[in-house]
Nanobody, 123 residues
């Protein structure tokens, strides 16, 4: 059974930075990539970023472009999300997930979700 474990969430002031990690406990050759989503209370799950596992191609949601960077360490089976210039509206539970679909940006296109990690940005 594939498991994803996120870490790195916490409380930060606006303008600050956090780096999230997500480790997958399975071989990754069968997946296209890994993505990050976030969900704030009362809102739908929102696409944040996607990285192609083999080639490192990336894609970002409009609300985080230029501020967040997704990367992966294939040797560690880990994907990262470096979050800079954080804003209060970035407050949410952040989830990582795997996808077999190229360019996937919606939650139904993903499987094997992690448990989520809380990010809170204070004004």
């Amino acid at each position: 059974q594939v498991q994803l474990v996120e870490s790195g969430g916490g409380l930060v002031q606006a303008g600050g930075s956090l780096k999230l990690s997500c480790t997958i406990s399975a071989r990754t050759f069968s997946i296209y990539g890994m993505g990050w989503f976030r969900q704030a209370p009362g809102k739908e799950r929102e696409f944040v970023a996607l990285i192609n596992w083999s080639f490192g191609n990336t894609r970002y949601g409009d609300s985080v472009k230029g501020r967040f960077i997704i990367s992966r360490d294939k040797a560690k089976n880990t994907v990262y999300l470096q979050m800079n210039s954080l804003k209060p509206e970035d407050t949410a539970v952040y989830y990582c997930a795997t996808t077999a679909l190229r360019g996937a940006t919606t939650a139904p296109e993903y499987h094997n979700w992690g448990q989520g990690t809380q990010v809170t940005v204070s004004a």
